[in-house]
């Protein structure tokens, strides 16, 4: 199998690439033979083409490796790429095929078939998710988010007024912004998880504090250290910087706060929607960019930047790569062995041009069977 690794995107500000090319001594010849990255791949990083032919890898302008290559390695593909790939071509990447609608059709129209990276998961022997192969690029998300949105409003916590700041769910996301936020020195932090409460705090996190939520007939409360129970609202309108870093079910979206709530957020507040789902979380819920990252609502601020790891964009580059090293020997089998294996066959959102996941069909309300029409 040859793979195409493009290095360039059609969205704007995209900046990683899947395999940095300080790790391409580290493939094995044999894998590197099967490689061909777009050219240009990796001057932002000072690798020449001359040094990247000299490795053994292959060299082809970006619209060849669409148009010829077994695969195509490709990290965030836009419904352009995918109208450019050979009909019955293979994707792997961060399609998100359940929330971008033109991404879904494309494959389906050109029988594509997709494996979406953020579909891998390790499962343990009664097949319960243990772990995200690419977890540090949502660390990351959380992260970058913190840095770059502090940075915007000129806050510091060692530094200038002192801030009372509330986390929004403690998985990957979560954590990233948590560090970020003690790497500036803030103090005041409640994180608050379904998961875990007080007294099941990780080790070594200081300077904050854990509450667990729940629903409670229809409205969500938090529980504090001596058992009372009080809205979670409360503790938002109390605080001056929100930070979202839930990773929603669209098909079962969390929502903190109705049309009514919105007047009654406290002025200045500082609203951090990281992991933003148009609609989701908050009634004004709706993605920004690095190029207009901020919303004035009159009066509070609202910050939900889209992939907020290319603000250290090389360094996710090279999260990303560790993670993805182990797995391209594999995905190099081919088809018939991803079939055999579950981390594969379960990423398998679209296997030519037909739908495999459910939550897809479900959310963009599709008929079951190819060609897969919309229901409404």
Known sequence: MKLGIIGTSLKKNEKRVPIHPEHLSEISTEIRQQLVFEQGYGERFGFSDATL????????????LLESMDAVLLLKPMPADFENLRPGGVHWGWPHCMQQVANTQAA?????????????????????RILHPFYKNNEMGGYCAVLHALALKSMDGNYGKKRKVVILSFGAVGQGALRALQGRGFTDITVCTQQRSETERPAGLENCEFRRIRQEQGQWVITEPDGR???LLALLLESDIWINAILQDPNHPVMYMNETDVARIKPGTYILDISCDEGLGFPFSRPTSFDAPLIEMGHFDYYAVDHTPNYLWECASWEVSQALLPYL????????????????????????????????????????????????
């Open 53 to 64: 032919l000299a490795l053994g890898v292959g060299l082809a302008p970006r619209q060849t």
């Open 108 to 128: 389906i129209d050109r029988r594509l078939t997709v494996v979406a990276m953020e579909q891998m998961f390790i499962r343990d022997e009664q097949g319960k």
């Open 229 to 231: 129970t009080r809205p």
């Open 329 to 376: 020997p594999e995905f190099l089998k081919g088809p018939a062995h991803w079939a055999q294996t579950r981390i594969f066959r379960e990423a398998i959102e679209i296997q030519a041009g037909e739908i495999q996941n459910s939550e897809i069909l479900a959310f963009q309300k599709r008929e079951p069977v190819y060609p897969h029409a919309m229901l409404v």
